[in-house]
């Protein structure tokens, strides 16, 4: 967990950086609301579980810094994750969480104009689980039993802008793992719709 939580230090401190270098400019500060679609599944290393994607959703508000074409943007969402497994004796299971993400992206205007933009980026996000429900046989309940509330992990993606309307599609993936019994991480595609206040 040190060593993820120091990958995650050093590349904040790398954005720190880029937007002291780019201080010559003027930046534009920006607020705004997002929600939007997540599809989510943990891997496993164990040999019964098979992850498979489930339908989620999130919600919650977003910043940007924008300093010419690059940007800054973090946001603060509520995401309900659902994911399911295939067990090897036949059965399945299902496993629903409730999670606070804090992601932070550093971005690039790829096309840049007054009322449009596509960007890249990329950054990282914490998150805290909690309210985790699954059900499915004794045993994998039991693994699930040490469900970690607290993981880091990468982020990015593509992005759209057109006036004050964003859209957003990432790729998320944990560093940490969610159950340690199973050292399971997740996974997920998300499609965000956002509108900035000001």
């Known amino acids: 967990m040190k060593q993820q939580f120091l990958a995650l230090s050093t590349f904040l401190l790398c954005i ?3 937007v002291e270098m780019q201080a010559q400019q003027t930046p534009a500060f920006h607020i705004g609301v ?14 019964s579980l098979e992850g498979k994607y489930g339908f989620g959703y999130q919600a919650g508000v977003m910043t940007r810094v924008d ?4 940007y800054v943007q973090g946001e603060a969402l509520f995401n309900k994750r659902k994911t399911s497994y295939e067990i090897k004796d036949g059965n399945s299971a299902k496993l629903t969480w409730n999670a606070i993400d804090i992601p932070v992206v550093l971005g690039y205007k790829v096309v840049k104009a007054d009322d449009f933009n596509v960007r890249l980026f990329a950054g990282g996000v914490y998150s805290y689980a909690f309210n985790n ?9 039991n693994g699930f039993k040490k469900f970690d509330k607290s993981n880091i992990g990468i982020t990015g993606g593509v992005g759209v802008d057109y ?11 944990g560093l940490s793992n969610i159950s340690k019994e199973f050292k399971s991480k997740p ?8 509108y900035f206040l000001f």
């Open 133 to 141: 429900k699954i059900s499915t046989s004794d045993a994998v309940l």
């Open 67 to 70: 300093l010419g074409r690059l």
């Open 16 to 18: 720190s950086c880029t």
């Open 187 to 194: 996974h997920s595609f998300t499609l965000g719709i956002g």
């Open 163 to 173: 006036k004050n309307f964003t859209v957003d599609l990432r790729y998320e993936t």
């Open 34 to 47: 997002k929600g939007g679609t997540s599809f989510t599944k943990t891997s496993t290393e164990s040999s």
